[in-house]
């Protein structure tokens, strides 16, 4: 048990919320930095009392940053928006704020600095990508000791690629004859979900081992799959069987860019033109030679899609958790 003090950027979040758990219950004191603390009240139930902190910080405002990282033993740098919105950009946040975070932990003699950005992190490609890649740069320019983690689709209870499938395929099907899912590129793009638990895992192990110092590492789960052997998990899991939409790339990039016009500034929108952009490559691990892998820190137990994915996408079945499927007569 530790009694040192690790401040996680990004802590309210997906992953988070998981890596606060995991570091609370290995006994290490956690301050969380966010721009609306009063919103973070289930924070503070997952440690002990005093255990957790929540203080007021914005990415935008190096001042902030500084002050959030004062005393620390280690940083968790968790900071992520997957498409833009207002301020929230991925300059702003992916390089920008990266870049705060670790002058911030530089200037305060923090040696441990866990940068988590993700698998597809490149010098070219999608904006997403790019803004990813020069993060880590900025990063291990500022503090070379830092541990860059490049997670591909990390999957859980809260995640942001089954539920919006299970989603769209539970409107496709009520929408029959009309309602589609879209394929796109020929649903060949190459995925290797890890579950969030294992990712947490790996943060901590990375923020605890000091030879990962310096290191990058790329996070997949123990199968790869491609876009369409997702998509059909996932139909076969709700019990939806809406008819697939071919998309080739040269009409899924202005789709998606319409959509992103549309929906952006009202949220979360089905999909955009950078997204599209994203799935020209395929997302699994092996893409850097030099970089390690989720074994190398010691979590070598790890859940599989099928184990962890039926737990919520259920939500989406037309009768529900415990209602069987009704078989045609």
Known sequence: MSNELVVVFGGSGFIGKQVVRALAKRGYRVRIPMRRPHLGHELRVMGDVGQIQLVQANLRFPESVDAAVEGADAVINLVAVLHESGKQTFETLHVEGAKAVAEAAARHGVKRLVHVSALGAAAKG???ARSKYRGERAVLETLPSAVILRPSIVF???DNFFNRFGRLAA??????????LPLIGGGNTRFQPVFVGDVADAV???VENDKARGRV?????PRVYSFRE?????RDETERDAPYLPLP?????PLGLLLGW??????????TGDQVAMLKRDNVVGADPNAGVIQDLGVTQLETVEAIAPAYLWRFRPYGQFQTRQNPA
């Open 126 to 128: 999608a904006h997403y």
């Open 156 to 158: 859980g209870p809260e």
């Open 171 to 180: 409107m496709a099907s009520a929408l029959r004859p009309f309602g589609m």
């Open 204 to 206: 901590v192990a990375a």
């Open 217 to 221: 590492f790329e996070l997949g789960g």
């Open 230 to 234: 997702l998509l059909d998990y996932i």
């Open 249 to 253: 790339f040269f009409i899924a990039q």
């Open 262 to 271: 549309l929906f952006g500034p009202f949220g979360n929108p089905p999909l």
